[in-house]
């Protein structure tokens, strides 16, 4: 059997079974951990205090890696939105996830799994608030067809970059929003806060059965709109800075407050956890969902006006961002709290990727994984070996494709097809973390095998269906 997991008293979590092992506790005993997921929309891999950013304050994000485990190098699952959704829902990596196009209306099928759907037949409650991205309305892609008990937010992804939406979605089911014309700046009601409230009612509602609370947010990616009372813009309304703006008035000043405000939110979510004593029996995940983007980037600001993938401390950049598969693409905030269970301050430099998550939550959960599942369990490195019984298993190989480029990653050893018409570059990121020296002619033998792992990994890619265009997101004028 796979790992049981169960409270006893004040003494943390122990492990009962390992593979193979014979059952020793009954099933009704276990007491299983409720689980967040927090994942902002483009938040970068250096945008927080922590990281030593010179401007950006994220004290509770700062917080909670104190009392977790923050990994340097686990990966997205896709350089944009909705692949790398796809492959942290499904576990399957860009080369057999059904999501692999950012076009917005593109669908899981029918059939796919979901994390959600592991936890649901688990005895899980299953909430979802933010950002979808993996099927509209009236497609087969729909969330409450997908484990989840309640979604609400945005489905099509091209509807989430604007923070003041003419209407948003709870299961299919179009919640106007009075006030709002469609301007992507302004308008009466802010959907991040109704979003965010919704998420914490979620949490009040399930406190006495393990839920999963699934927060895929918005911000800080899309139309940088948001209240002027709001305390995070009030901070940097009058900031006179040197930043180009792309969208609108003020845009990395917004840009800087919604940061500011997810955290606020962040510890919003610790503070009703405490409240309700849940905060020893939830793991806690926040992450970003692709590379971060150099925004507001001027000659001054080569590396974008707030550098998400600008190292403050070594100045060392990671190459590219959002759109590559590229360090810049694919490096992520990666950060894991559970009181009692992953020790405090711990950084980890596992490798891995969005894909392990199912696995991880099946490990944790006893719940089986899934025969086409890419990813391999982290419970091992969160947890520790000895807790968990069996040693942390590492990728042969990682992958990532989309229409027009592929990566690999094997260890230390990155290879990229940057476009289809040019050949395969490799990178050796212990001695070149900026990607700056293709090596492929120096280590023919090493790029054949990755170029081998890229060609078994690739599978022909199946869509999901729309079922009623009339009812979704294009099948309005306006957002």
């Known amino acids: 059997m796979?790992?049981?997991l169960r409270w006893v008293g004040t003494l943390g979590l122990w492990l009962l079974l390992t593979i193979g092992s014979p059952t020793t506790i009954k099933a009704e005993s276990i007491d299983k951990p409720n689980i967040v997921y927090i994942m902002m929309d483009e938040w970068g891999y250096f945008e927080s205090?922590?990281?030593?950013?010179?401007?950006?304050?994220t004290p509770n994000i700062d917080h909670m890696a104190r009392e977790g485990m923050r990994f340097t190098q686990f990966l997205a699952g896709g350089s944009v939105c909705a692949p790398?959704?796809?492959t942290l829902m499904t576990g399957q990596h860009t080369g057999h996830t059904t999501v692999r196009l950012n076009s917005g209306g593109a669908a899981l099928r029918a059939e796919d799994r979901t994390i959600a759907d592991m936890l649901h037949e688990r005895g899980y409650a299953t909430g979802g608030f933010g950002k979808w991205g993996l099927g509209d309305a009236g497609t087969t892609g729909v969330p409450e067809n997908h484990g989840f008990d309640t979604f609400f937010g945005y489905y099509h992804q091209v509807h989430a970059h604007v923070h003041y939406p003419r209407y948003l979605l709870r299961n299919s089911v179009k919640i106007p929003l009075q006030g709002n014309t469609g301007d992507p700046y302004v308008g009466d009601v802010f959907a991040d806060q109704l979003i965010h409230k919704a998420g914490l009612d979620f949490i009040r509602e399930n406190a006495q059965r393990p839920f999963f609370a699934y927060m895929p947010w918005t911000a800080p990616h899309g139309h940088w709109g948001m209240p002027k009372d709001d305390p995070a813009f009030v901070k940097y309304r009058d900031k006179a800075w040197d930043a180009t703006n792309q969208r609108g008035e003020l845009d990395a000043q917004t840009y800087a407050a919604m940061v500011e405000m997810?955290?606020?939110?962040?510890?919003?979510?610790?503070q009703l956890l405490r409240e309700l004593d849940l905060d020893r029996k939830t793991i806690v995940f926040v992450c970003g969902d692709n590379g971060g983007q150099a925004y507001f980037q001027n000659e001054?600001?080569?590396h974008g006006f707030l550098g998400p993938n600008l190292n403050p401390k070594t100045g060392e950049r990671f190459r590219a961002g959002k759109g590559s598969f590229?360090?810049?693409?694919?490096?992520?905030p990666f950060i894991v709290r559970w009181p009692g269970q992953i020790a405090p301050g711990s950084i980890s430099n596992h490798l891995g990727y969005f894909p392990d998550i199912l696995a991880t939550l099946s490990e944790l959960v006893d719940a089986p994984l899934d025969k086409n599942a890419d990813g391999i369990s982290i419970l091992p490195t969160l947890l520790g070996e000895a807790v968990v019984g069996h040693e942390q298993q590492e990728h042969s190989y990682l992958y990532w494709e989309d229409r027009k480029s592929v990566a690999v990653r094997m260890g230390h050893w990155k290879a990229v097809r940057p476009s289809q018409s040019a050949p395969f570059e490799l990178y050796d990121l212990n001695k070149d973390l900026e990607e700056r020296n293709n090596v492929a002619t120096r280590f023919p033998d090493v790029l054949e095998t990755m170029k081998s792992q890229a060609a078994e990994a690739h599978s022909a890619p199946t869509s999901g269906g729309v079922l009623d265009p009339s009812i979704g997101f294009k099948g309005h004028t306006a957002p």
């Open 49 to 57: 205090s922590g990281m030593g950013h010179p401007i950006l304050q």
């Open 262 to 270: 997810v955290d606020r939110q962040v510890g919003e979510i610790f």
């Open 326 to 332: 590229y360090e810049g693409g694919l490096r992520i």
């Open 2 to 4: 796979r790992l049981l």
């Open 300 to 302: 001054r600001y080569p």
């Open 84 to 86: 790398t959704r796809s």
